[in-house]
């Protein structure tokens, strides 16, 4: 099974250590974003995987398209056009200093793309399932067009489309992003929302924004994923990762998947995390691996949890981890579950 | 209203991450002291703020200034000469490491400065908070009498005196201290007395030297205060910072003032911190800024030490954070707050 | 006397040593543009001088001011606002492989900056000179009118106004350069000219394109200068430099400077160049600075060209040396002077 | 008295911070391996001590035995020869991430040395205490005869044998392990058996294998060190660590040290480390210094431990520590002791 | 047409900057290998390209392959296996003093490889162009026994064959290299030989051993390439890089291209290079491209060099540079060329 | 045949690159001074060699003592004691951008030691020869002291005397120098002599000052070279290196040593050079070398310039290269050399 993955790739520019913008004279340079992350995840795991977006054809760019292809995702699709890669910088916070992502991504090659960039027959013609989340539409409205149109074509070709909610209130508006999403939702197969995803995206309640008390507010999430299912009878699966949150770096972390009329709920993993970008993008990763491999719900979102959480150990946006070493955290992590 | 500082500007040597001295061939350099770790913190919290000090008319002392400099501080009244800038050799310890600091201070310009390098009338004229720490009488008898006749022109002026006592065991003997800082009180309308500083700089019992049990000691801390204000009448203030540590990283840390009469005690912070270097400054510059702008007592203890403790997150000796970014871990700081 | 300057501020993302984008994870951030370099070059010799710009009020925007404050330039009537610093990427050539600049500049704080972002009766108040380069005009509409505005009041208020006519093959096009420079032109007492500036932003032949033969060309250039000062009366100086590159780092570098109807004429510098970047700012800096000291015409031009030489020494887009320093190389550098 | 130390010298390559080999494009280059650690550790605490190994003549293995004469470890006594230095890469874990070390030693020169490369009567000559860890003869069929030999030799000359069983799964087999090691127990004086060594090394039953549960195997542990006297009677004292290690980095350690027929146990530390390797050679290390001072039982295993726990905060291989902070780690740990 | 690439995968080691083994604590990893150069050379300029070798399945072996597939070469044929990836170490000289180069590649996975890891008729089936260098056979007989057999499908399939003698003394020697290319030679339709690879891996008298001097003996070597097509007549063209070196950075650079019995010969580049290692994989790789696309001889000649000498300004050994680059030195370079 | 040599041990900190203390936040450690260099090139030239002096007993002192003896040099005599390491700050130049060096060396604790600290007779007991250079003398009266002292015990037990004149114009007059070295010149059997030594230490004529005609005023040299001999009857020899430098890095560098009252020249090598600290200590270094080996008077000096150019090329204070290495130069140097 082959499974294609749609949206913005960025620069990410990180100071060293957690120093600040203002105190530092290098940037880390590494490149991601969502639907990237996930695509790589997939390459990882020795999936079959592309990507697709759009890019300049500069040296940032390429850089920029070689990071994804290095990991073993074709890049074949990726149109070359724009005059600018979207950045982000990044500070990493610690403990009470809360990490701060500074967003330069505006007129991007990609954010500027139209529709007709994008040619879905040709694109999707070999693709199992197509994956995007809510950030890709909510880079500008001819990208949501683009959208749009690619779900249209899953529809009417069988691919099983996955999205991960994903609502940043840096790009848009929750009404408009409650507009835009609650259309989509009637393409989407599965749908991952996780936090505040809920509310933001859909107008459906489920948690009340504390991050503390995540996991204490399981219930509301259970009825919040049957919601999404009720409310779009196309969508039949939903998963969410539930969180804990002591400081920045420490809290409990567990995943709910909710497919065939049942939760299936992994245990809780208490974890340090060492830089949490990609967390999310790890968990869907994982999600589509075990859906593309046909593993047993309950083996899917214990390590789907399993590879979010490894990515908390791990730099940058890729988790840059096996299956193998996912598997081993499964079985082997006793020590710092509760069960 | 506008603050001086006047203290002594040091180059700050230290290994990268936790590497010892011995170890390593590289030394991440910086520059700081405790007053203008003070004036940094409030040209950051954007008020008027400028730093006196003595500096030697090279490339190293020019960096030393232009990094107080790039925050906004006013250096124009900086005085150069002398021939070396001070430093401090710094290993950053880890759990039950501790931290070590070696001094190479001695003979440095300031040290070296005398009475007549400063043009009080001339420095302080439209100043209205004056703050220096314990460290600079301790530099050396010449900057003694610096001081002194500095706090003797604030004095004769109304302007406001505020000192953090500030006792360093490598810089002079308890004794030296008491005799000093005992003499230099009458001129001091706001102090500020840490751990220790109760017992070597004034001679007054309040802490026991037990960095796990700081909190614990709350009362004889109160005790500690009151006898402050008692003994030397022109305090009418005292704050203070109460720590339990349990590692070099790990710990408990609060805040109490003293003022017309009543105790205002900031919530108990549990951090793990980044770097200790600078945190009772960022508390000492952010209790200036308090008073500065006319907070109420309690908000300015608040304040004080959750800018102290958004300090262990932060790199090099300033504290690089504005005031919004203080504010907000007052608000959402309950995760991890003992009240 | 008091010099501003007016400018952009942008973001410098080098990769280290002679790394391709395409091959590094890392980029050493600095902050500079044509006029911010020209303000630190006179900071650096103990001039006022102020630095004008519009930069976005976030850490990026902050960090590129403090490192202009950094110097000792003031930046106090810096305009926040917009959302986004220009930046410019940049990799090291070295011999037959040329330094390449990627930018990525558009739609920043500064290009969407307008008219009345700049009271410039405020702003010129105490100011003796304003400077700016061909680049400010050429960023935006807006900003060239404001440009526009700024020399109606030196004009009004006979202040002395440099240009570097800087143009930038990047930014616009010869046509639009040279109907917007030579509208200016009519408000501009002292020009610099260099290489292809003659030709491409005023329509004047004096350099035919070929850098491994700048000086060769002198006797055009001496024309290209003469016949500036006879089409811009009010133009009464001009002053240039003259190349003979072998590789991107090696070449001989000269001086000209055309005042009261007379040439004054620099030694012959023969180099291996670090890092170009900044050598014509560097070139502006120190001129402005031997005209702001009354510096006789010959001594003008041996310091400019000897500053502009020297930056080619200096990592970095500032021109970070000191007057002494300049004038050392003046007497000391016979050994490498074709005279 | 002179400890003589022998074994394998390694170049360690580890990426930067906790980066994937995948994704770094720099290895941090030191050099290590049991016993090279174990005499370093000497060396810091200023015993004589020697180290014996075979390494390549050319810049890497001089630089790998640059780097243990630099601490002041005689190094005099080094054979040259053979073609390669052993590498080993090293990946920070952390939490739930595990360490990992991938080996490349094979075929290197201490691999291939044979007997006759080691002239033990020169070389122990003025020897008074030998030392080497299991991993020394698992390196090769070579040098285990050469151990075999320098056991002999110490053995006829009353020289006193110490050997950290130190069992390596990725080096030898545990049937090869408990041969080999069984038969060179008869010639130890003094053992060390940490976790999996009683069973893997020795085939005696002390620990299940939980890591999570090592001290609560107290009782099997003091059965298993007994069992050892029992079964090696020239065997008269064994020393040990154990651990409850919750993550990577957060875990109890405790030492025992039977001798004299009684158990002698250290305090239970709890730490949060930095990085574990040499933990286990640095508490060796300190278990020499302290027989060889004459240390009472208690506090050998007090100082062992405590030196053990430092190195977790110390990087790379070498326990960088004077004896002064060892006894100060022993005395005001208080903090963090469990009793 | 698609070029297929064979040969060892090696990681490069190198100190930073010029520092020595014996100075440096860092490595810079980066990876390479005459015959994956050649293939990234190809992608960079946009040819369809394959590289196969056998590669350690473990995370160094997996570097090394990401690498290569970054900059957009198929791996898709890559055999997994063997247990470790050979290595070099690399000290980059200047002027006098030599680069330095140490092997630690014996027992490789390559080395290790037998003729059938490598299912010819599969991986030969769609390619046009065969390439490998004289370092391949060199690595071991079971590997030369692989060449043989690809030459042998080669013949038979009508693939073109190149080949780059690339003699290196550190790997066999004269003799058996005479022996065993003798025999390929046979096999191949273009060579290139290069300074002593005349005399060294074939017999053939064209150049003298003395680098200063090496386009100074530009008749020997063009009777040496004749005799190459006069003795192996299978072999119809030859190709070679002249040079005359004055340090180690500094020489005189050219490219003479034998074919269909005429001489074709490149301008004389003088450089000074930043780092050599791969100039003469570059100039193999250019002209595959000149071959690939059909460019006429003397074009051919003039792009090998000057991708060659562009690759001495570029670090680690891929020459990262695209086509237009290439074509722009060719145009631009009259200034430091000697016609 | 063993040598001691007698001197300041400082910290090196230089900016990364040719960054301006101003610009860096960094600096590169490293750790020399004349006479520890000298002692490293013995080292590293494998003979027997010990170095004295005093320094610090805290982490900065013992880094420091570590880096001399991780080259092999004995430091078993090094007496402790005092409170700083002395410092110089080293900015790199480039080209006609001169190389600058900021002294902080005062209140050393070499420059603090008294004769007392010395013990001359246990200390010079097995030495054959003594070596300092004028750097010694002119640390502090009390180091002059000293070696009085210990040029007598010299003399008194027929130990070689050798002083490099080393002439440094921060650190003391011509007229102390010239006081101090004369008397002590009656106590030296081979004296190097470079440059302005001649005329600042001995107040002898040999060179005007232009470091760009050295080795044009051979003649004067000469003739200053036999004066020595003629006015200090036991210095035996005299060797000296002429310099005709066109920038900061490019010159001609040869050597002379006039012995048994002869001239012996080596050829004049004509380099680049990388970094030229430590230069003249190579020389010395070699010089010693070739005596105590017993090299013929021209092999010597061959043999010493070549060391002292290889240096130019290698970084930071001491010259790691080996003997192998220099004699390689000598013989293929032929390319850049000028006979």
Redesign the interface.
Known sequence: MRVLTFGELLLR?KTP??????????????YGGAESNVAVSLAMLRDEVSFLTKIPD???G??AL??V????VDTSGVVFGG??LG?Y?F?K??????T?V?Y?R??SAFAEACEKDFAWDQILKDVDVFYFSGVTPAVSDSVERAVREALKYCREHSIYVVCDLNYRSKMWSTEKAQKVMGELMNWIDLCIANDEDFESALGIPAFDGD??HGIDQIDTYREGMKEITRRYPNCKAVASVLRN???VEDGDWMGIYYTGGRFYESPV?T????EAVGAGDAFAGALLHGIVRGFAPQKVIDFSIAAS??K?????DFN?VSEAEIL??MKT????LQR
């Open positions: 520019l250590e957690y120093l600040r913008i203002l105190q530092s004279d290098n940037f880390e340079a590494s500069n040296p940032v390429l850089a070689n990071e292809r290095r990991y073993g005059s600018r950045i910088y500070e916070g610690s403990n009470i200093r809360p701060t500074l330069d505006e007129h991050m503390a949150m002591r400081t993993h974890v340090h995390s060492l959480v490894m908390l150990m791990i730099q940058h840059v081993k955290i992590n006793d020590v710092n």
